[in-house]
């Protein structure tokens, strides 16, 4: 089993629309939880963290479920752009596991 | 504005060559980090350093080395490239502990053949 799955995507959605990502680590040792968003052809870049009590940015909403060792992202309102793949990160020390991430089409 | 960047944005090897990729990071950070990222496997960790001289193995550092002489430099080798390591190599630096943002480079492209 992978140390970190995502949905396998691609997620293609109009414009508008609320899509929701799933994340589930396998580790329960892991601490730190982020969100990672990588445009096609560039390096990723931090979207949020993830915070157990769940946390908001604007349109993004990300929560954490230890019991579970799941992670989601709810996104509202997609725009044209927030087409990217998006990146479920895990840590438990000084190291980072990425998964392999959902790709998000936002469609006009 | 924080930055990492790497030597070369494309990069065409022939088998057997010893390859150089750099990394520098103007954060004054620890730790930095060198991954490999291809289709459907995701970003995967080659090696990571948390210190000057320190070193730690990663999920997957079977024919590569790394070396780090100065803070803000992290330099990937690969000994002997071979084709199965084309990939984009991505480097990455954050401050210590697993709490912290990491910055990426741009990333390179290296093709062997």
């Known amino acids: 089993r992978k140390e970190v799955e995502q949905d396998p995507g691609p997620f293609n959605v109009p414009e508008g629309a609320t899509v929701a990502f799933n994340c589930t680590y396998s580790n329960s040792a892991s601490q730190s939880f982020f969100w990672y968003r990588q445009d096609c052809r560039k390096e990723p870049k931090l979207l949020m963290s993830?915070?157990?009590s769940g946390n908001e940015d604007g349109r993004f909403t990300a929560q954490l479920n230890r019991a579970s060792q799941y992670i989601s992202l709810l996104i509202r309102d997609s725009k044209l752009s927030d087409s990217a793949t998006y990146l479920c990160?895990?840590?438990?020390?000084?190291?980072?596991?990425f998964g392999p991430g959902t790709r998000l089409s936002v469609l006009p | 504005d924080v930055k990492v960047t790497q030597s070369s944005r494309y990069l065409v090897k022939r088998t057997g060559e010893k390859v150089f990729l750099e990394c520098v990071q103007d954060m004054d950070h620890e730790n930095m980090f060198w991954y490999r990222q291809d289709p459907g496997l995701g970003l995967r960790l080659i090696y990571f350093?948390?210190?000057?001289?320190?070193?730690e193995k990663g999920d997957i550092p079977e024919g590569y080395s790394v070396s780090r002489e100065k803070k803000e430099r992290f330099s990937l080798i690969l000994e002997s490239a071979s084709t199965n390591q084309t990939s984009m190599y991505l480097c990455?630096?954050?401050?210590?502990?697993?709490?912290?943002?990491?910055?990426f480079g741009p990333g390179t492209r290296l093709t062997v053949t």
């Open positions: 990160v895990v840590s438990g020390g000084q190291n980072f596991v």
């Open positions: 990455a630096s954050s401050r210590p502990g697993g709490n912290y943002e990491q910055y």
């Open positions: 350093s948390y210190d000057v001289k320190m070193k």
């Open positions: 993830v915070y157990s």
